[in-house]
Each structure stands twice: as structure tokens, then as C-alpha cells.
């Protein structure tokens, strides 16, 4: 989704799981795949040759863990690139989880902690959030973490609207690593809490809760429960928090409310934009916090009492209406910084979407490029950025894995957009179909890594870690993880871990993607 497990970034399919009751696959491991994989090539194309991506490191918010492992998007830039290298495609292998109950568990954000080497995730299983420590070799859980349930599972269930669940993107999936590897995290009881992982009197790993800062005194909270599943008043869970380059954690609601917290003495400031949504998580930088509403594109600052001031505010065109493959009428992007100059969006303009660049400093709009068919272009995840070039995947037609046909795909397409002293262009054009995937680019190799399925007159659902060279545009290669239903990833991320392995979570849980030692 911008971000969204929701990505859109979002893995509200667990409690659609669980609204629904769907039976889970028997056994632990692998996840099952569907018919036809004897049908689909497990391999396509040759190993890539690395080659870097051009441009200045991503800074390192000092109050963040290590740029390419704390976040969604990777860093505070939410630049969705990692410094590190991901799979060449040499002689791949692909390793998968099951787990047990109602939902597997896809994974909506999967970080990893420095210190212990460690994967934290954020998933969902059955109708609930759960933080998972997890193995990153073996994908066993070593701890895990139940969070509190999000007021959407109960008012889907009731209602019978499931569009209540999959609009929604609070619950936890946009938290962040602190430099201690301490995941901090909001929920949807209104707590902003920090977790630490550490090895207990028995040796066995747990979550242990450092902080906890309740918020519920400065947000609506009367939300639905199972004895109350229609309350009369608000009900604005956070959706996304993570630090400024000061220490604040900021904080950001579904219904345009913006705070920080002091950690240090607890102390919270607030505002709120009028009329206006915020479904995607944000960015920052040293010189302030990009937020981007369903209205308007933001530049934020902490004043001298920590409150968030508007630094700017540039409207964008919103189109007429929610389009298939968005959550809202808006841009379906959080804010990615570009290098120290510029911040880029995508709008909801009803007949092309459009790539939008501003300069960070006064927010004037350097270049609005149009991508993808007429009628048919949407995304709901965040942009991927580094050096000059930005890369935008079209969602445009998916909306979950339950709507998506047998052997069907989304229209497609992935676009290269280069800023220049002359404006923006667009480099090249991909055909290739990535349906909801928060996409991640390698620095160390130049590869654009999607999440891809072809349409399919045999209905057929084959799902391919598919790399693409983002200096050319070409594909390099694919790499079949599975077929049918279990391996749509949802609008889940692909993450790069740091010792060259692609992780996906997908609706049968995460799937992982190397290459074979010594090839």
C-alpha cells in the first residue's frame, strides 16, 4: 500500500480467513501447493550478473535500526530498497511454512534484528495479529505474541461486509526495529508498545514488553467488540508509527490524526487534518516527516513542544472514485524520499495514474508523469526509490486473493521514472504482472524483485519471485515458490534478507527464496 500488508500493504486476510472459517492445509511444511505445478516451469530465463544501482546510500535514521532491515519499506525514506543483495537465480531453492489453526499466517512485515540475527514479523493468523520471532534458515517460530484483535474482524463478521476488513490497515503491520532491535509496534487497543526479544531462564526466546505508552486517552476508542459490535461513537485506531530523526515517535490514524510521543517523558502532542484519511504509513528525514492523506501530500515538523506542525500541504488529483486495486480515493503510496531533494507520490487521477515528484523543501511539484493504460492504472504500494529513478507496479483490477479468478491476472505492468534537470521521464516499461506486491529493489545487484502470476487458460495459478534488471527493464529470471491460492501473497511485502534470501509471505505462510551455496 502504500504500503500496505496491507502494503496494499495489508494482511487483513486473516481475519477474512476467520470471518469465513476457511479450513487451513493439513501438515506443518511445506505449504500445499494446488493442481497444475507439474503443468508450470520451475524456472524461466539465466542467472542475472550484478550490477548496482547508482546513487548515495540511503541515510540512516539515527533512531531506526539498520537501513534495509527495520521496516516495511525497508528504511525511514520508505525507499523499498535494501543495500544488500537478494537471489542472482543461481540454482534457486524454496523453502515454505504451514501453521496450524484457521490461517497459516501471512506475513505483513517481516524485519530483522542485528543482533541476534533473528527474524521479527508481524502476521496474521486466523482472526488475530500476531508478532512472530522467527528462524530465518528454518522458518520456525522461536516466540510469538498474540496482539489485540482490530475492531474491523468483529463489524466484517457482523455486517457481513468484508470490505471492512480489507480497507482497513491499523493493527500493527507498520511498526519499526529501533537501533536495540526492539520492535515498536501500535495496536488496536491504542497502545504504542516497545518489544525486546531475549532468551528466558528456560533458553527459550520470548517477547518481553519495555514500554508502553496508552493512548486512548487522546483517541476516539469506542470501537466494536463481540458484545458491542455497533457503538455509538468513534473509533480511530493508529495505523502506522515510526521515528523522526529527533527521537519523537509519530503516530498516524485512519481518520487524519497525526501525534509523536516523547519517549522519554511519555509526553504526547496531537493535530488532526479535517475531513481528510490516512490509510498508507509515511516517511522521514532529517529535515521533517513526509505524510501523505486521501486529499493531500504533507510536509510535517515536530514544534518546539513536540506537537506535528505543516510544514506544507500540496493537494493532488483524487479522482472521482475508489478505484479496483486501492483501499480509499487517494494515492495508494506512502511517501518515498529521493536522494535530499525530492518526495514522490502517485495520485488517484481517474484516467491514467500519475507518477507526482516535489521538492522537499517548499513542495512544488517538479514533474506529474503518467503511467500505465488509459482506464486501467492503480496502485496501492509504495514507489520504489533510489539514485534518480523511481518504480511503480500497477495494481489496477486486484482486490484479494478470494476475487482473483482461477488462472486470472490484473492487467500489469511496472515502470521505471527517472528525475532529470529537464523534469521526469519514463526509462522503460515491464509487462510483467505483479498483483499486490510491495516490491524491493537490491542496491548491490540491480535487480527489481516482484511477485508475479501470468494469466493462464488452464487455470493454473502459478506465483514466481520474478527479478527484473532495473537498469533495462528486462527479466532476468523466475522462480516458481507454488501454485493455487495458498501462494497469493495478499498484498504482502517481498523483503530481502541480509544474507541474500527473498521472503514472502503468502496466504499458506512465508516463503523463502535463495540460491543454492557454491552455485
Known amino acids: ?31 500445499p501447493d494446488g493442481p497444475g505445478r507439474d503443468r508450470v516451469p520451475a524456472y524461466l530465463g539465466a542467472p542475472a550478473t550484478p550490477r548496482p544501482l547508482r546513487g548515495r546510500p540511503i541515510p540512516a535514521n539515527p533512531h531506526q535500526g539498520p537501513v534495509g532491515l527495520s521496516s516495511m519499506h525497508a ?10 543483495a537478494g537471489p542472482l537465480g543461481r540454482n534457486p531453492r524454496v523453502r515454505s511454512e504451514a501453521k496450524g489453526g484457521l490461517l497459516p499466517g501471512l506475513c505483513s512485515t517481516v524485519t530483522f534484528a542485528r543482533r541476534t540475527g533473528l527474524m521479527v514479523a508481524q502476521c496474521t493468523r486466523g482472526q488475530t495479529f500476531t508478532l512472530r520471532l522467527i528462524d530465518p534458515a528454518t522458518l520456525k517460530d522461536l516466540a510469538t505474541h498474540e496482539l489485540p484483535q482490530r475492531p474491523s ?73 463481540w458484545t458491542n459490535p455497533w457503538p455509538k461513537g468513534e473509533c480511530d485506531p493508529i495505523t502506522a508509527v515510526g521515528p523522526d530523526w529527533g527521537g519523537l515517535i509519530w503516530w498516524i490514524t485512519r481518520n487524519g490524526r497525526i501525534g509523536t510521543i516523547d519517549p522519554r517523558t511519555g509526553r504526547v502532542r496531537a493535530t488532526r487534518l479535517p475531513g481528510e484519511g490516512i490509510q498508507n504509513s509515511f516517511a522521514a528525514a532529517e529535515d521533517g516527516v513526509s505524510i501523505v492523506s486521501d486529499h493531500a501530500l504533507y510536509r510535517f515538523r515536530a ?70 493504460g488509459h482506464g486501467a492504472s492503480a496502485t496501492d504500494n509504495s514507489l520504489v526509490g533510489y539514485g534518480d529513478s523511481l518504480f511503480v507496479e500497477n495494481n489496477h483490477g486486484y482486490r484479494n486473493f478470494f476475487e482473483l479468478p482461477p488462472g486470472g491476472s490484473p492487467v500489469g505492468g511496472v515502470s521505471r521514472i527517472d528525475v532529470t534537470a529537464k523534469g521526469c521521464r519514463t526509462v522503460w516499461t515491464s509487462r510483467e504482472r505483479s498483483p499486490s506486491t510491495v516490491a524491493k529493489a537490491s542496491v548491490a545487484n540491480g535487480l527489481l524483485y516482484l511477485y508475479t502470476k501470468e494469466p493462464r487458460r488452464d487455470l493454473v495459478d502459478a506465483w514466481y519471485l520474478t527479478a527484473v534488471d532495473a537498469h533495462t527493464g528486462r527479466t532476468a529470471f523466475k522462480v516458481l515458490t507454488g501454485t493455487g491460492k495458498w501462494f497469493d501473497n495478499n498484498w504482502a511485502p517481498i523483503t530481502l534478507g541480509p544474507d541474500g534470501t527473498a521472503y514472502v509471505g503468502v496466504v499458506g505462510g512465508l516463503v523463502a527464496v535463495r540460491d543454492r551455496p557454491g552455485t
Not at 528504511?75 to 544488500?84: I, K, L, M, N
Not at 475508489?322 to 487521477?349: C, E, H, M, W
Request: aromatic residues 8%; charged residues 25%; proline residues 8%.
Open 303 to 372: 514544534a518546539a513542544d513536540g506537537a506535528p506542525a505543516v510544514v506544507w500541504r500540496r493537494p493532488y488529483d483524487r479522482g472521482t472514485r475508489r478505484k479496483p486495486g486501492q483501499i480509499d480515493q487517494g494515492s495508494g503510496t506512502t511517501p518515498t524520499f529521493l536522494g535530499d531533494r525530492y518526495v514522490a507520490i502517485t495520485d488517484n487521477a481517474d484516467d491514467r495514474m500519475n507518477v507526482l515528484v516535489h521538492r522537499r523543501g517548499d513542495g512544488r511539484l517538479v514533474c506529474r508523469v503518467p503511467v500505465f
Open 75 to 84: 528504511d525511514s525514506h520508505a525507499s523499498d530498497t535494501h543495500p544488500f
Open 1 to 31: 500500500m502504500a504500503s500496505r500488508p496491507f502494503p496494499r500493504e495489508l494482511t487483513a486476510v486473516g481475519a477474512l480467513l476467520g470471518a469465513l472459517a476457511l479450513p487451513a492445509p493439513a501438515g506443518a511444511a511445506p505449504v
Open 153 to 225: 474482524t468483529v463489524r466484517a463478521v457482523v455486517s457481513g461486509d468484508l470490505d471492512q476488513v480489507l480497507t482497513d490497515t491499523s493493527g500493527g503491520a507498520y511498526y519499526y526495529l529501533d537501533p536495540q532491535d526492539r520492535a515498536v509496534l501500535a495496536d488496536s487497543a491504542f497502545h504504542v508498545r516497545r518489544f525486546a526479544h531475549e532468551k528466558g531462564p528456560d533458553s527459550r526466546w520470548r517477547f518481553k514488553v519495555t514500554d508502553d505508552w496508552d493512548l486512548s486517552g487522546h483517541l476516539p476508542h469506542s470501537c466494536a467488540t
